[in-house]
């Protein structure tokens, strides 16, 4: 038992005098430093992944989108007064896939068919994406060819193409903007507005009620002094109009259309409904112009017409001439 005890003693002196020696001493800093460094490696890392989470997070709810309906813009026969000044382009309204009674313009009797009947599918939001880089043109003819089979020309009227103020990117100094979409004047009343492809009705404004020309100068006046036009200015402007989502297609992109101006909106023309192309729906007129708000529903009745993929007009940020020639692609195979 001694003999065990004073081997026990001297491997303490001898550990004693190594631990106290430089070299003892140095490799005790080396394990305290290693442990240290340890710790502070291991809060990091658990830090790191805690913010990873939160940032995840906070991309999620960043991500939520927001539904929307095509940017829009409107015309009225107004139109031959176009300068220079206005070239603002309106600000991205929302929502397609639902009624926008919320957002609804002030016009009194302007409303949306109710969403009950829509089915599930037709409520996918459209994400907004604000200040979209313009398509080239190369991606803009690309776009107008591969829908060009299956568009059909949606109304018998004029044809606008000889007339860059008829089509989109001509400025509409009424309402400091520029216009988005296509203008078939008809002349008449009695002409039919048909989808230009198979779809699905997503909004039908049928009860628009023109406002008082005072109220509709004060639109225009918010326009002006913003110089550029609100959404709800151009919502009100549109008068009985209808917008038909086309769904995804192939190699083109997520694809809207509007019809506006309609004198009337066929009654079989409701959200949820689908449609082929070339179905009726409605009769062209003026609705929403500078005219029938003075009570004349007989001048200038015109089918305003939009064309929108993955939320932005056809031929958005192109010049004249290139705009021609984009529209006059797409409906080259309907024209024959
Ligand atoms: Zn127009």
């Known amino acids: 038992m001694k003999a065990v005890f004073r081997r026990c003693w001297k491997l303490v002196s001898v550990a004693r005098r190594y631990i106290f020696s430089p070299r003892g001493l140095a490799v005790l800093a080396l394990v305290a430093v290693g442990f240290v460094l340890g710790v502070l490696i291991a ?10 989470d939160s940032a995840r997070q906070s991309a999620a709810d960043a991500a939520e989108p927001t539904a929307a309906a ?9 139109a031959s007064d176009s300068t220079e000044s206005a070239n603002q382009q309106a600000p991205t309204r929302s929502t397609s896939s639902e009624p926008v009674e919320g957002q609804s313009p002030t016009t009194p009797g302007t409303s949306a068919e109710p969403a009950a009947t829509a089915p599930e599918s037709s409520l996918e939001p459209v994400v907004v994406v604000l200040d979209q880089e313009p398509l080239s043109y190369e991606a803009a003819l690309a776009i107008a060819a591969g829908l060009a089979p299956q568009t059909v020309y949606p109304s018998d009227c004029m044809s606008p193409f000889p007339h860059p103020d008829l089509l989109p990117n001509a400025p509409r100094a009424y309402r400091f903007g520029i216009h988005q979409g296509v203008d078939f ?3 008449s009343l009695g002409r039919h507005a048909v989808a230009a492809l198979d779809g699905r009705v997503v909004l039908a404004v049928g009860d628009y009620q023109d406002p008082d020309p005072d109220d509709r100068d004060e639109l225009l006046d918010v326009a002006g002094d913003l110089e550029a036009t609100p959404p709800f200015t151009l919502l009100s402007l549109y008068g009985n109009y209808v917008v038909i989502d086309h769904g995804v297609v192939p190699f083109v992109g997520h694809v809207i259309t509007l019809y506006a101006h309609l004198h009337e909106v066929d009654p079989d023309i409701r959200v949820g409904q689908t449609v082929r192309a070339g179905q009726r729906v409605g009769e062209i007129g003026n609705r929403g112009t500078h005219a029938a708000a003075n009570g004349d529903f007989y001048e200038d009745p015109h089918l305003h017409w939009e064309l929108h993929v993955d939320n932005q007009y056809l031929g958005a940020g192109l010049t004249s001439e290139q705009t021609r020639e984009v529209y006059t692609r797409l409906f080259s195979e309907a024209l024959g």
Do not use: E
């Open 70 to 78: 095509p940017q829009s813009d409107i015309d009225s026969g107004a």
């Open 185 to 187: 004047q008809c002349f």
């Open 43 to 52: 809060q990091i890392w658990t830090s790191d992944g805690s913010n990873g």
